[in-house]
């Protein structure tokens, strides 16, 4: 496994994987923090992975740099050079969206920008599979990549003040979802009924880095059924839907 590292902080160090934003380093950089994780333990106060780097954070009046990184080189020049994609169906988090222009109100513009039916559209970013490259920006704020060039677009001019959480967007070349109401220039196309974000769950974010995510599209029926709301939508609602709030949101591990 190829990799350098530099001193980013008085408690931290970063490890670089690559240059530049790769689906392919997702696996790698995901599997060296298990090792790291699993070998270091206590000695690792945190370890966070993002696009092409890993963040380690340690104790600096319990440890000594050299003999830390001598551990992790042991541990990183173990790892096969080549790993391949995080693994097999049982990985992948499939995640429920009502793609509709009352909840994603960039919908119809950025379909009709592509050269395709708000349908084709739909189809086009929801039969891919999406890498978790990194949380930031919010708690449980997962960058996703990446889309397919026909539906990439840039973050829109003027940000919003206010968008729902649960909200799904596109800006360049990555989708996510919103975690929770913040302000937001992504490009809105639709909305997951799930709690992206809880922090009385054991784990509060749904998403984590190094994780698959597929989009399965669902009718405003089930989104409704699965606690979706169109009750708080600060742009309003498409005339002729019913914004009926729907039972409690799932939560995470609960059956759909």
Known sequence: MQWRYDISGI???????????????????????I???????????????????????????????????GQVSEVLNQLPDAIGEVDAESEIIEIPVFYHPSVGPDLKRLAQRAGFSVEEFIRRHSERLYQVFAIGFAPGFAYLGEVVEELS??????????VPAGTLGIADTQTALYPIVSPGGWNLIGRTPLVLFDQSRAQPSLLEAGQTVRFRPIAQDEYLELGG??????????????????????????KL
């Open 11 to 33: 408690d931290t160090v970063t490890l670089h994987f690559g240059q530049r934003i790769d689906a392919a380093l997702v696996a790698p950089i995901h599997c060296a923090a």
């Open 229 to 254: 709301r169109l009750d708080d939508l600060p742009w309003g609602v498409e005339p002729g839907l019913d914004i009926q709030q729907g039972a409690p949101a799932k939560k995470q591990g609960e």
């Open 153 to 162: 677009v840039p973050r829109l001019a003027n940000p919003r003040a206010k």
């Open 35 to 69: 090792a790291l994780k699993s070998s270091l333990g206590p000695r690792l106060l945190d370890a966070v992975p993002s696009y092409t780097t890993l963040l380690l954070r340690y104790d600096v009046l319990q440890d000594d740099l050299a003999s830390l990184m």
